[in-house]
């Protein structure tokens, strides 16, 4: 079945960095998305990519979607406290969210 | 700002008792969904429920899972004779369309004991 990958496994990095995670696949997805999980919540989504290339924004977060649509980057540029917490990527093998595969998630801590 | 809400946040059960996991969903959305997420690992799909009826499912969601939508605002999963492994958060999430964001909600932590 479709499985994602994500690297790094946990991140450790001092506030005001930029912080770069990827998420790849030995299938293709036709949609990607970038949820945050706070402890103890729900994911809640950050940024969706539709199109092969695509790169998007958010405030400080930017992703993009892989030409070969099988990997994903997002990054986070000057990090601050409340970025901490665990980022999934997550494919859709179409266009519906009737089945949303996750990957194992990227730990991020920010040291003040 | 609307929300997904899920009952109770955590639920304790003895080990072969029946549970049900409440959740109501966005008022105006179509599509639900429910995911499971045990501890340390990934979220994981269970059941996706459109028009009254079950519309895809994961291997994860035997016999021993069902779910309903009683009324017009619950959204519910029921886990028969619960096992050790069924422990885990569980997600409910809707969504308006079936190609549009899933909004999920806080979780309910079920401890099979």
């Known amino acids: 079945g479709q499985q994602l990958n994500q690297s790094p496994q946990s991140m450790f990095i001092q506030e005001g960095e930029d912080v770069s995670m990827n998420c790849t696949s030995s299938s293709i997805f036709n949609t990607w998305l970038w949820y945050k999980q706070d402890p103890g919540e729900g994911p809640v989504l950050l940024i969706a990519?539709?199109?092969?290339?695509e790169l998007t924004s958010n405030g400080r977060l930017t992703a993009q979607f892989g030409i070969t649509r099988k990997d994903s980057f997002l990054n986070i540029s000057a990090s601050i406290p409340s970025d901490v917490g665990i980022y999934f990527c997550?494919?859709?093998?179409?266009?519906?969210?009737?089945?949303?595969?996750f990957g194992p998630g990227t730990s991020l801590s920010v040291i003040p | 700002e609307p929300e997904v809400t899920q009952t109770p946040s955590h639920q304790v059960t003895q080990m072969g008792q029946e549970v049900i996991l409440r959740c109501v969903p966005i008022?105006?959305?179509?599509?639900f969904y429910w995911y499971r997420q045990i501890l340390g690992q990934k979220v994981e799909f269970l059941v996706s429920f459109y028009n009254n009826e079950i519309s895809e499912k994961s291997e994860i969601f035997d016999d021993q899972f069902s779910v309903e939508r009683p009324d017009g605002s619950n959204f519910t999963l029921k886990i028969r004779s619960t096992k050790l492994e069924d422990s885990a958060m569980y997600f409910c999430a809707s969504g308006l369309q079936m190609n549009t964001e899933a909004f999920f909600g806080q979780g309910t932590r079920l401890t099979v004991v």
């Open positions: 997550a494919g859709l093998i179409g266009t519906s969210y009737d089945k949303v595969i």
């Open positions: 990519l539709y199109k092969a290339g």
């Open positions: 008022s105006n959305h179509l599509y």
